[in-house]
Structures are given as structure tokens and as C-alpha cells.
């Protein structure tokens, strides 16, 4: 579908629904609420219906509880290929032996097959926004175009025998300079730089690249000390990796730094004062035995924090609800404190603080002048057989600890329906799982 055929197919809307989630940063529940979108495919308001402006405009009454589009700060989406391939490694061996090798058989059309599957996957969690780090980053965005979703994405820069990591940064800034840093329907795509990490690439990769990314304020997506023993070499030289990335005017631009597992008070207080992002992937980590992130600490320095699955092959699924139960659960058993992360604080950084992780401030809320990326949860299970009229702490703490991604049902994207039912109305599922099959085999062969 065309762009200009995507937007003349746009109408103003409102949606009601007896709950409506802005995720503002009280985390307000409003009752008998009212979501707003025009013809655009922008929010215009959001709030208690006896409060709504008059409109003319076609209204969807949907029971439950509406919300932001999750944001997934971190992934390799396309690696749901991979899915289960050396799930019972460290990481450095898991990455050396398994996935390098693997991903060395990789096409772009395989490429493309797995970020569908991913893609429908998350969509059908009720994730719209992830922030994408692969190989053939047009056939990505391609995919994400397909099904309908939002991503931030980035091709890897990296270090490896017979990888020119200039030829990838030279690869990245034609692309923004021809079509722009954000472009598709309802601005879907983002481009980004991604230095795949400290320990993968010279310095002067890391500078050239902090440079490419300032001149066109662009964000980088990075790899920071994920593994306790993966940049020993960077440490010795330079006492830490975000002391290094400081050195190379890294910090100096829009920067998220994926997992910051091991990092030092004097780390968290660079990341603060350089207002760089950070994306937790709690599941991913525990599963690789990297570490719990100093989560308490980052949010208390006043860090942005997001939510991050990483990829499908060491999580090994693109569910971001899992992480609002794992970020909270991790920082209450890390800290001995219950008080540590409560259920609007978790489910706030799966959606506001995500978008505040990539420097967004058009997704992520349903507020006035973002974009309407929101979903619908359907009430009418176990999580919520008590119904919605229980007081709000409890009914965030039931959509938090009980409920999660199961009962999702809609999902909109720049105010464009791409889950109804729980089925994209856009990409035939079985095709797309059989076209992932089809590559996954040829990989494993």
C-alpha cells in the first residue's frame, strides 16, 4: 500500500473504553474514557468522555482497557530464525559458536522472513515500536512497512575478518541522507546507527561513527557492558566503557546503551548527565547469566530507562510483558526491597519511559500530537474476573502481574488497525510462518 493511499484511507476516529491508560506520568487510570485520532493518524485528545470534545466522527465502543503501544528498546528481531539455537550458553560462546556462524548463511530474504515473523509476533503482544540492531536493514524495514508497526532500526557496525565496518558506516549515512531519518506512513521508520559494541570495533570506528550520527542527530544503538568479561581489553585502557564511549563523543549525541549491566556509580552518573538511554533486557540477561542491571540505581540518577527483549534466540520471545514482570521482580530480589519497581512504574517504562530511552516524544503516550499507536486489552478473563471497578492501584496490578500480553486483542499504528481479533489484517500468518520454516531450514542445513 502506498503512502498516499495509506493516508486517504485515514478518517478522524474516537474510540471509548470503560478504562483508558495514558501512561502520563502519574500513570492516571481514567474511567469511562476517550482516545481521539484524526485523519492523520495523530492523537488529538485523550481523557473522561464527560470532559471529550464534541465530534462528529465515527466512534468504536471497545470494552477493557485501552493503552499505549509498547516500545521495545532492544532487538534483533529477524534472529526469530535462530530461535532455540544454542539456548544453554554464556554469551560469548553462544555468540562465537552458534549465532555468528549461523548468521553468516544469512540472505535477505531470510532476513526479511524472520522480521515478519518478529514483527507480528510483538503486534500481537501488543509491542508497536521496537528498536531493531540487524544484517539488511532495508528488507526490515520492508517487513515492518508489511505488517503495519513501528521500528527504530539499525544495521550493525561491527568488527569482524572480511566485514568492512567503514563500508557500514558509509552504508547508514547515504541511507539518511536519501530518505531522511524518519520516513513511511505515519513516519514508521526511523534510521539509527548501530555500533555493535566497544569490544567489536576500534575506536576510530566508534569516534567516525559519533560523528556520521551528530551531523544528522541521529540516535546510535550500542552494546554496553553486557558480560562481565566481554570488554576487559576497553576497561583496562579506559576504566569503563561509557568512560571510552565519553572519550569518542559518543555520549555527546543520542545514545542508547543496551543492557549497561555492569556498570559503576561513576558510569550511571556519565549516562545521566549525558542524557543517554538505556535499555533493560532482564529476561535476555538472566537467560545468558550476564548479570542483573542496576536498575534502582540507574532510575534514581534519573536515567531513561526502557524495556528491551533483545533477540528471539536468547530471550527466546519478542514478548515485552514478560520484561515489565522480570525488570520488576529482578530489582525487588536485587535490592530486598518490594517497594523497588511497583506495577505502574514497570508498565510506565514499557511505554512512556521507552520512548524517552530513544529520545521520542511522539509515541510511547496517549496524548495530544503523538502518534495514536495503542491497543486494546480484552477484560473478560481470570486476570480480571473481580471486574474493572476495583480501585486503580489493583487494576494496574492485575494488568501488570496477571494479565500480560494475553489479552491483547487490537492493536492501532499512526491510528491504522494491524491487529484485529488478535490477526493482522495485513500479512497472511501461515505464510509468514512458513517462509520463516523455509529459511530457518536452509540455515540449519
Known sequence: ??????????????????????????????RDGVLDVDDSGRITYCGPAAQAPATSAPVTALTGILLPGLVNTHAHSPMTLLRGMGGDLPLLRWLNEIIWPAEAKLRAEDVRAGMVLGSLEMLSHGVTTSAEMYFHPEEM???????????????????LPGIDWHAMVRSTER????????????????????????YMLPTEALRLTAEAAAARGALVQIHVAEAADEDQEQRAEYGSVPRLLGEVGLLDGRLLAAHAVHLSDEDIQLFARHGVGVAH????????????????DLRAAAVAVG?????PASNDDLDLWEEIQLAALLARLSTKDSTALDAPSALLMATRGGAEALGRDDIGALEPGRWADFVHIETDGFAFATGLDVPDPQLLSNL???AGSRRVRDVWVAGEQVLADGESPRVDREKAYAAASESAARIRA
Open 400 to 402: 501488570v502481574w496477571a
Open 281 to 296: 533486557c532482564p529476561g535476555s540477561n538472566g537467560k545468558l547469566a550476564s548479570g542483573i542491571a542496576r536498575l534502582a
Open 141 to 159: 524495514a520492508d517487513a515492518v512497512l508489511a505488517t503495519g508497526a513501528r521500528a527504530v532500526l539499525g544495521g550493525p557496525i561491527i568488527g
Open 307 to 311: 524495556l528491551g527483549t533483545d533477540g
Open 175 to 198: 541511507w539518511i541522507d536519501t530518505d531522511g531519518l524518519r520516513f513511511g506512513p505515519g513516519e514508521r521508520i526511523e534510521l539509527s546507527f548501530a555500533p555493535h559494541s566497544a
Open 1 to 30: 500500500m502506498g503512502v498516499a493511499q495509506w493516508f486517504d484511507g485515514l478518517m478522524s476516529s474516537r474510540y471509548t473504553a470503560p478504562v483508558v491508560l495514558p501512561c502520563d506520568p502519574a500513570c492516571t487510570v481514567v
